[in-house]
């Protein structure tokens, strides 16, 4: 009679967990189909099969992820026709501007008109990145970066790389080597140098960009990724910009489920820090 009860007992207990596993198995699958949206709004959509429920759930999140595409192809769209209507009044302004007799107002009209039209070619090719979704494949972040390094070195700048010759994954080159060259140029423009460190952990990648500035205001330091968004005391019309580059590199880093935040280094200077999962590719 007790084996009889003790094998009822483990019975019930092997169809008790069946029964849980198979009920918060879609659990499951929409909580990885929400991770896959947040980091990329054109994933594939959901494939829903099980209980009817199950299906119209499915569905229903297939339908919001098709709104949300729908909602930033339109922004973009109308960010970029917005900004190319613009370009002919403000050639007319620049043209009138000429005319001015005053030497002092003519300078300081035309540049005004010039930042705009810097604003509007960064607003435009914001717009075409957005409108380009480019396919990951397999790549050395190592190279990728030893590559940036050099190219900034051989333009003149003081640039160091540290880190191992090899880090295999898989991601958006073009993509990722825009967001980490601007990383690059940024430590260049205004912290004189720029220490490029790269470290393999054990579930990710860590890249550091470090520079020799004077770092920036705590409240600024997450701020600045917003569009747009430009500090007065660093980022004036000497040394160009317009506010959209960190706007775009953390665009770039979600993209590939990762993370970009910019601290400041107890020694002086400005650290921007880069976390990439080590399976890059399932984030495209």
Not at 128 to 150: F, K, N, W
Request: aromatic residues 4%.
């Amino acid at each position: 009679m007790f084996f009889i009860l003790v094998a009822s007992t483990v019975v019930v207990l092997a169809a008790s967990v069946w029964a849980v596993r198979r009920a918060t198995k879609p659990l499951g699958m929409f909580g990885e189909a929400a991770e896959r949206l947040g980091r990329d709004v054109n994933a594939p959509p959901l494939v829903g099969s099980g209980p009817l429920e199950v299906e119209r759930a499915a569905h229903a999140f297939n339908r919001m992820q098709e709104q949300v595409q729908r909602m930033i192809r339109d922004r973009t769209q109308m960010l970029g026709a917005i900004s190319h209507d613009l370009r002919t009044p403000l050639t007319r302004l620049r043209l009138r501007a000429e005319l001015i007799e005053d030497e002092e107002q003519q300078r300081k009209t035309i540049a005004d008109l010039e930042e705009m039209q810097a604003m509007i070619a960064a607003a435009l090719g914001f717009a075409r990145d957005e409108a380009v979704v480019e396919q990951a494949a397999p790549l050395d972040l190592a190279a990728l970066l030893q590559t940036i390094c050099d190219e900034a070195a051989d333009a003149g700048a003081d640039v160091i790389y540290d880190g191992p010759e090899h880090a295999r994954c898989i991601g958006r080159p073009t993509t990722l080597k825009r967001a980490l060259a601007d990383l690059v140029e940024n430590a260049v423009r205004y912290g004189d140098r720029a220490r490029v460190t790269l470290a393999i952990e054990p579930t990710r990648l860590r890249i550091s960009v470090d520079d020799d500035g004077p770092g920036m205001p705590a409240a600024e330091l997450e701020r600045v990724f917003q569009p747009f968004y430009r500090l007065e005391s660093s980022r004036s019309r000497a040394t160009g910009g317009v506010g959209l580059g960190l706007a775009l590199v953390r665009a770039a880093i979600d993209a590939h489920g990762g993370q970009v935040e910019l601290t400041n280094r107890p020694g002086g200077g400005l650290r921007a820090m880069v976390l990439l999962p080590l399976s890059i590719g399932a984030a495209s």
